[in-house]
Each structure stands twice: as structure tokens, then as C-alpha cells.
Nanobody
Framework: QVQLVESGGGLVQPGGSLRLSCAAS????????MGWYRQAPGKQRELVAD???????VYGDSVKGRFTISRDNAKKTVDLQMNSLKPDDTAVYYC?????????WGQGTQVTISS
């Protein structure tokens, strides 16, 4: 069983930056693909970015060039640096880890982009 705890959400003006962090406990961290997903009201949950233990990354099309995912295998954390934020980035952001059919979610953190 893996527990994931997100932090760093909040209210930011358009064009601003925010950094989310997710701390994992339990499980063997380096064996999991870590990721960030988001869900806006009335929309399906979508992939923001994920990263393997070796550092290979995948980004959703809407965040490419603006967001950067990183992980620290020693600290068991995964971060999401979000720059040039837009109102469309407003959503609840969830940390995720997966390994084969096994997967876990954090409780989510609200990110709101508004002037």
C-alpha cells in the first residue's frame, strides 16, 4: 500500500507559477511510475505529466513547454513546476503512482488560476 500526500496548491494570477509536491510512503518508490493528473469541474481526469524512475517523462499536450515534472527517488517525492499558468489550468491536481495494474492516488490539491 502506498500513501501519497500532495501540497502546494493555491490561487495564482494568470501568467504566474506554482510548484506542487507529492510525498510518497510505503511501497518501493523506484519501481513506480509517478504522475500528476488533473480534473476540472465537469471534465474527465486527464494526465498532466508522468515520470519513470529513470527520468523518462510524458506530458499532456496542453502543458508541454510550461510544466516540468521531476522526482527525487531518495526523498520519495515528485514535483510539478507549473509556469505561465492559464485559467484553463484550474483544476484539482492529483498525484498518482502506478506499477502494472497497481495504482494509488493522493487526495488532490486545488489549483485556481484567476485574476
Amino acid at each position: 500500500q502506498v500513501q501519497l500526500v500532495e501540497s502546494g496548491g493555491g490561487l495564482v494570477q494568470p501568467g504566474g507559477s506554482l510548484r506542487l509536491s507529492c510525498a510518497a510512503s510505503g511501497g518501493l518508490f523506484i519501481t513506480y511510475v509517478m504522475g500528476w493528473y488533473r480534473q476540472a469541474p465537469g471534465k474527465q481526469r486527464e494526465l498532466v505529466a508522468d515520470i519513470t524512475s529513470g527520468g523518462t517523462t510524458v506530458y499532456g499536450d496542453s502543458v508541454k513547454g510550461r510544466f516540468t515534472i521531476s522526482r527525487d527517488n531518495a526523498k520519495k517525492t515528485v514535483d510539478l513546476q507549473m509556469n505561465s499558468l492559464k485559467p484553463d489550468d484550474t483544476a484539482v491536481y492529483y498525484c498518482n503512482c502506478r506499477r502494472g495494474r497497481e495504482g494509488y492516488w493522493g487526495q488532490g490539491t486545488q489549483v485556481t488560476i484567476s485574476s
